[in-house]
Nanobody, 126 residues
Protein backbone atom coordinates (compact mmCIF):
# COMPACT_ATOMS: atom_id res chain seq x y z
CA UNK A 1 0.00 0.00 0.00
CA UNK A 2 1.16 3.54 -0.66
CA UNK A 3 0.08 6.91 0.65
CA UNK A 4 0.27 10.01 -1.52
CA UNK A 5 0.58 13.61 -0.41
CA UNK A 6 0.42 16.45 -2.94
CA UNK A 7 1.81 19.92 -2.42
CA UNK A 8 2.85 22.97 -4.39
CA UNK A 9 -0.48 24.36 -5.49
CA UNK A 10 -1.35 28.01 -5.21
CA UNK A 11 -2.55 31.16 -6.92
CA UNK A 12 -0.65 32.31 -9.99
CA UNK A 13 -1.24 34.74 -12.81
CA UNK A 14 -1.82 33.56 -16.36
CA UNK A 15 1.51 32.76 -18.00
CA UNK A 16 3.07 31.82 -14.69
CA UNK A 17 4.47 28.55 -13.43
CA UNK A 18 4.09 26.14 -10.55
CA UNK A 19 5.61 22.82 -9.62
CA UNK A 20 3.43 20.26 -7.92
CA UNK A 21 4.91 17.47 -5.86
CA UNK A 22 3.48 14.10 -4.93
CA UNK A 23 5.33 12.35 -2.14
CA UNK A 24 4.74 8.62 -1.91
CA UNK A 25 5.29 6.60 1.23
CA UNK A 26 6.07 2.92 1.43
CA UNK A 27 9.02 0.71 0.62
CA UNK A 28 7.66 -0.18 -2.81
CA UNK A 29 6.73 3.33 -3.83
CA UNK A 30 8.94 3.07 -6.90
CA UNK A 31 6.95 0.07 -8.16
CA UNK A 32 4.07 2.30 -9.09
CA UNK A 33 3.04 3.95 -12.30
CA UNK A 34 1.89 7.45 -11.45
CA UNK A 35 -0.69 9.77 -12.87
CA UNK A 36 -1.85 13.33 -12.45
CA UNK A 37 -5.49 14.27 -12.78
CA UNK A 38 -7.44 17.45 -12.22
CA UNK A 39 -10.97 18.47 -11.45
CA UNK A 40 -12.30 21.92 -12.18
CA UNK A 41 -15.43 23.26 -10.47
CA UNK A 42 -18.53 21.71 -11.94
CA UNK A 43 -16.56 19.35 -14.14
CA UNK A 44 -15.53 15.74 -14.00
CA UNK A 45 -12.02 14.74 -13.03
CA UNK A 46 -9.80 14.44 -16.08
CA UNK A 47 -6.43 12.97 -16.96
CA UNK A 48 -3.46 15.33 -17.18
CA UNK A 49 -0.23 13.32 -17.33
CA UNK A 50 1.27 9.96 -16.46
CA UNK A 51 4.73 8.54 -15.91
CA UNK A 52 5.99 4.98 -15.80
CA UNK A 53 7.69 3.50 -12.80
CA UNK A 54 11.12 3.93 -14.38
CA UNK A 55 10.33 7.47 -15.46
CA UNK A 56 11.25 6.54 -19.00
CA UNK A 57 7.75 6.81 -20.39
CA UNK A 58 5.42 9.77 -20.12
CA UNK A 59 2.07 10.69 -21.60
CA UNK A 60 0.05 13.90 -21.62
CA UNK A 61 -3.39 15.04 -22.49
CA UNK A 62 -3.34 17.26 -25.56
CA UNK A 63 -4.30 20.45 -23.76
CA UNK A 64 -1.13 20.45 -21.64
CA UNK A 65 1.44 19.12 -24.11
CA UNK A 66 4.39 21.46 -24.35
CA UNK A 67 3.37 23.28 -21.16
CA UNK A 68 3.39 20.63 -18.42
CA UNK A 69 6.15 18.16 -17.61
CA UNK A 70 5.85 15.09 -15.41
CA UNK A 71 8.95 13.65 -13.78
CA UNK A 72 9.93 11.52 -10.83
CA UNK A 73 12.79 11.26 -8.38
CA UNK A 74 13.03 7.67 -7.25
CA UNK A 75 15.47 8.47 -4.46
CA UNK A 76 12.90 10.82 -2.95
CA UNK A 77 9.84 8.71 -3.83
CA UNK A 78 8.39 11.86 -5.34
CA UNK A 79 6.64 12.63 -8.59
CA UNK A 80 6.50 16.16 -9.94
CA UNK A 81 4.28 18.02 -12.33
CA UNK A 82 5.79 21.24 -13.66
CA UNK A 83 3.13 23.61 -14.91
CA UNK A 84 4.27 26.36 -17.25
CA UNK A 85 2.46 28.94 -19.36
CA UNK A 86 -0.55 28.50 -17.14
CA UNK A 87 -3.98 29.51 -18.38
CA UNK A 88 -7.14 30.29 -16.41
CA UNK A 89 -8.64 27.05 -17.74
CA UNK A 90 -5.93 25.14 -15.87
CA UNK A 91 -7.61 26.13 -12.62
CA UNK A 92 -8.55 22.94 -10.78
CA UNK A 93 -7.75 20.66 -7.90
CA UNK A 94 -4.85 18.50 -9.00
CA UNK A 95 -4.57 14.92 -7.79
CA UNK A 96 -1.82 12.38 -8.07
CA UNK A 97 -2.58 8.70 -8.29
CA UNK A 98 -0.63 5.45 -8.12
CA UNK A 99 -1.00 2.06 -9.70
CA UNK A 100 1.12 -0.92 -8.65
CA UNK A 101 2.68 -2.36 -11.81
CA UNK A 102 5.09 -5.11 -12.77
CA UNK A 103 6.25 -3.48 -16.00
CA UNK A 104 7.03 -0.03 -17.36
CA UNK A 105 3.45 0.68 -18.33
CA UNK A 106 1.48 3.89 -17.97
CA UNK A 107 -2.25 4.53 -17.72
CA UNK A 108 -4.42 7.50 -18.61
CA UNK A 109 -7.67 6.06 -17.27
CA UNK A 110 -8.40 6.99 -13.69
CA UNK A 111 -10.20 3.72 -13.08
CA UNK A 112 -6.85 1.96 -13.38
CA UNK A 113 -5.39 3.72 -10.39
CA UNK A 114 -5.59 2.25 -6.91
CA UNK A 115 -4.38 5.07 -4.67
CA UNK A 116 -5.10 8.77 -4.64
CA UNK A 117 -3.80 11.82 -2.87
CA UNK A 118 -5.96 14.48 -1.27
CA UNK A 119 -5.41 17.03 -4.02
CA UNK A 120 -3.85 20.47 -4.23
CA UNK A 121 -5.59 23.57 -5.54
CA UNK A 122 -4.19 25.43 -8.52
CA UNK A 123 -5.81 28.76 -9.34
CA UNK A 124 -4.78 30.76 -12.39
CA UNK A 125 -5.98 34.35 -12.57
CA UNK A 126 -6.41 36.18 -15.84
Amino acid sequence: QVQLVESGGGLVQAGGSLRLSCAASGRTANSYAMGWFRQAPGKEREFVAAISRSGGRTYYTDSVKGRFTVSRDSAKNTVYLSLNSLKPEDTAVYYCAAKLVSSDIIYSSQVRYDYWGQGTQVTVSS
